[in-house]
């Protein structure tokens, strides 16, 4: 099992960048993030593998966000860049024993407990 913490979501506007951190108790997982807009799914965006060589992205975000892990920390962080109003959600740190976590059951998946972000137009 694994706790994880999320943290750095904000209010901002559109074009800006935000890292977001999530703080992991083990590093044993692959890890990712995954966002979730009001009345809609829980989405994948990115994941990473334990050494950081593999990684995993949503198509259509792939050019704005990069997902990148420090183990001698812990940590696992999103690079959101030109951000857009429709990029607003409760974003998640997730881990799991897949790369692929958009295959993965939710089940599965061990989860953050969210961090709003919200950009404005």
């Known amino acids: 099992q694994v706790q994880l913490v999320e943290s750095g979501g904000g209010l901002v506007q559109a074009g800006d960048s935000l890292r977001l951190s999530c703080a992991a108790s083990?590093?044993?997982?692959?890890m990712g993030w995954f966002r979730q807009a009001p009345g809609k799914e829980r989405k994948f965006i990115a994941a990473?593998?334990?050494?950081?060589?593999?990684?995993s992205y949503l198509d259509s975000l792939k050019s704005r966000f990069t997902i990148s892990r420090d183990n001698a920390k812990d940590m696992v962080y999103l690079q959101m860049n030109g951000l857009e109003p429709e990029d607003t959600a409760v974003y998640y740190c997730?881990?799991?024993?897949?790369?692929?976590?958009?295959?993965?059951?939710?089940?599965?998946?061990?989860w953050g407990q969210g961090t709003q972000v919200t950009v404005s137009s």
């Open positions: 083990s590093r044993d997982y692959y």
């Open positions: 997730a881990a799991a024993d897949r790369l692929d976590m958009s295959r993965a059951p939710t089940s599965n998946i061990y």
């Open positions: 990473i593998s334990w050494s950081g060589r593999g990684t």
